[in-house]
Every structure is written in C-alpha cells, then in structure tokens.
C-alpha cells in the first residue's frame, strides 16, 4: 500500500511540473503543514530522469516558497499582532509559537529571516512576525528568496542523489523481487 501511494505521489510529481512545484511550495511557505521535503526530492528525481530541469526544479521551489511567504507577510502585516494572537491557534499558529517567531524577528531580522527559511517549522512561520512588525519587504524579499533558493538546492541536490540514481524506483517492490 505505501508503494502504492509513494508512486501516485511521484507520478503527481512529474505531470504537474514546475507549475505545480510552485504551488505546492507557495502552499509549503504558508502557515499549512505541508513539508517541502515532499515536494522537492521527488521532483529532483524526474530531473534525473530528464523529465524536468534540475535548476527548473530549484527555481520553481524558490519563488514558490518566496511567493508563498509574501502572502503571509502581507497578512500578517494588514491584520497585526491582535488579530493573529487571537485567532492564531485556528491556523496552525497558537500563541507559543508566535511569540517564538516574534522574538526570532525582533532578536535577528533579516539575518533571522534567511536562516529561518533553513529550519523546519519556523521556515513557515517566520513570514507572519516579519509582516506583523512592518520589516522593510524588500529586505524580507531578498532574505526569503536567498534563503529558500539555498533550501531548494540542498533538497534537489538529495532528491537528484539520492532517489535520481534509481530509475526503478517506482516498480513494485513485490514484482521485481527474485526472491
């Protein structure tokens, strides 16, 4: 049954492209769990394969992530901090978590904005304090997008090396056995 949906995943992969390695990682920059860990690997693998670039894949990643935490940071920046400790907890943001990302922002700025973008959970984050607090947005541009270009590239880079050596990956493990 894994086999079975990890191949569906790929494949999904592979038809929706570049346009759907940007949506996936905009949806990714967001305060919705959806890892890129998923997202990119697989899509370094069909760059292997010669099914997509691998500096496409890296591309599409990158200004997904950066057009993904842009949303954010403009929400956060319109609605504010009372709003989002409100209703916060309804959106994957409980006040915990907000008041970690805010002194993550108050603490390190734009040097805190990029090497978020390196950290699970606080990389989907990050974008909501950095709007809240009004940092200047083409500093938070150029952090968001140097920091999820570096992400995208250690990602493809495993996907390409590590799944991108195995063209049969997606048989049936039960198949191909010659047990």
Not at 12 to 17: I, S, Y
Not at 84 to 106: C, H, M, R, S, T
Not at 123 to 140: C, I, K, Q, T
Not at 147 to 156: D, K, Q, T, Y
Request: glycine share 8%.
């Amino acid at each position: 049954m894994f086999h079975q949906l990890f191949s569906t995943w790929m494949q999904l992969t592979r038809d929706w492209g570049y346009a759907g390695v940007f949506l996936l990682m905009a949806v990714e920059s967001t305060v919705f769990p959806l890892p890129s860990e998923v997202v990119v690997p697989p899509a370094a693998y069909w760059a292997q394969q010669g099914h997509m670039s691998f500096w496409g894949v890296v591309l599409a990643s990158t200004f997904g992530s950066w057009f993904g935490s842009t949303i954010s940071y403009w929400v956060a920046r319109w609605l504010g901090r009372p709003i989002i400790l409100k209703y916060g907890k309804y959106v994957f943001v409980p006040e915990k978590k907000w008041l970690l990302a805010e002194g993550w922002i108050n603490h390190f700025s734009v040097g805190g904005v990029f090497f978020a973008r390196l950290l699970p959970v606080v990389r989907h984050l990050v974008s909501l304090p950095a709007g809240a607090a009004r940092m200047n947005f083409r500093n938070f541009s150029l952090a968001t997008l140097t920091g999820s270009f570096l992400w995208s590239w250690v990602l493809a880079w495993f996907g390409a090396q590590v799944l991108g050596g195995e063209p049969r990956l997606l048989q049936d493990p039960k198949r191909s056995c010659t047990c």
